[in-house]
């Protein structure tokens, strides 16, 4: 029996990535849409979310997370004080908090709720396809069971992994949490580099597309490390020798590794930010 049987599940801040996990929920069959209940304070979105999915949907975060065993927190981070001043003193022992929130703490979220069982987690945008990565983190507090719910929860997002290490979840943040940026990026460029030798948009789009969805599960399949696939088709004097030969020119392995130190210390900076906002001693107000 999967462990969300039977437990209400409720999310708060009703965007993109909490519609992805409702999405997935259901289509895995993990919960039916009685079981699930959304907030947000704009009518044509809660009409749209339920209509989309055939689950409630309410204007009041307190009425979402009254009879929920897991709370989806999916807010802005900024927003965390207001909704923790909102709902903090309503939550009650045995309630699972899980949050998407990029840079929020579990020191940050459990202040803002005054609740300990809370899981930190970061998922990525091809969840909204059931093909995510979500790195995750749960305090002491949280039992077995919720720890069961979570990973199924997140399971149905695409891969998930429970860490350890609090730290872990900042690293993942700007290595697969950010990860699809630097692949749309590289995407387009390659695009562009394919328009400039004379091919039709969108040609070069659908090679490019193609081309790398068909590396990345042959990478998968494979489990070769990448240095050994790259020598596969790189051949003495070939065209790929030549074209590597440039990229390493532009230090392409650098200037990589220095966007997600970039990602990373953005990440601890937002973390540190929230922190002294709403933890007492840290560098907000008592």
Do not use: C
């Amino acid at each position: 029996m999967s462990p969300l049987a039977q437990r209400t599940i409720a999310t708060v801040g009703s965007g993109v990535m909490a519609e992805a996990i409702i999405a997935g929920l259901l289509r895995g069959r993990l919960v039916e849409p009685g079981q699930v209940v959304a907030s947000h304070p704009r009518a044509e979105r809660r009409d749209q979310l339920a209509a989309a999915h055939g689950i409630r949907t309410v204007a009041s975060n307190l009425e979402a997370v009254a009879g929920a065993d897991v709370i989806i927190l999916a807010i802005k981070p900024q927003m965390l004080g207001k909704v923790g001043r909102e709902i903090g003193s309503h939550l009650r022992p045995g309630q699972l908090v899980l949050s998407v929130l990029a840079g929020a703490t579990t020191k940050a979220l459990t202040t803002a709720l005054g609740h300990p069982q809370v899981v930190r987690s970061m998922p990525n945008t091809p969840a909204r396809l059931g093909k995510g990565m979500t790195v995750w983190f749960a305090t002491p507090e949280v039992t077995a069971e919720q720890r069961a719910q979570a990973a199924e929860l997140l399971g149905a997002l695409g891969a998930q992994l429970e860490v350890d290490d609090e730290k872990l979840v900042a690293m993942a943040t700007a290595v697969s949490g950010t990860g699809p940026t630097y692949v749309f990026l590289f995407m387009e460029a390659l695009i562009d580099a394919a328009v400039h030798l004379g091919f039709p948009r969108h040609i070069a789009h659908d090679l490019v597309v193609e081309t790398l969805e068909g590396s990345t599960l042959f990478a998968k399949q494979s489990g070769m490390h990448p240095a050994e696939l790259r020598n596969m088709v790189t051949s003495p004097g070939g065209t790929s020798a030549a074209a590597l030969h440039e990229l390493e020119s532009g230090r392409l392995r650098t200037v990589l590794s220095e966007a997600v130190w970039a990602a990373f210390r953005r990440t601890v900076e937002l973390g540190d930010q929230l922190e002294a906002a709403l933890v007492p001693g840290v560098g907000g107000p008592d």
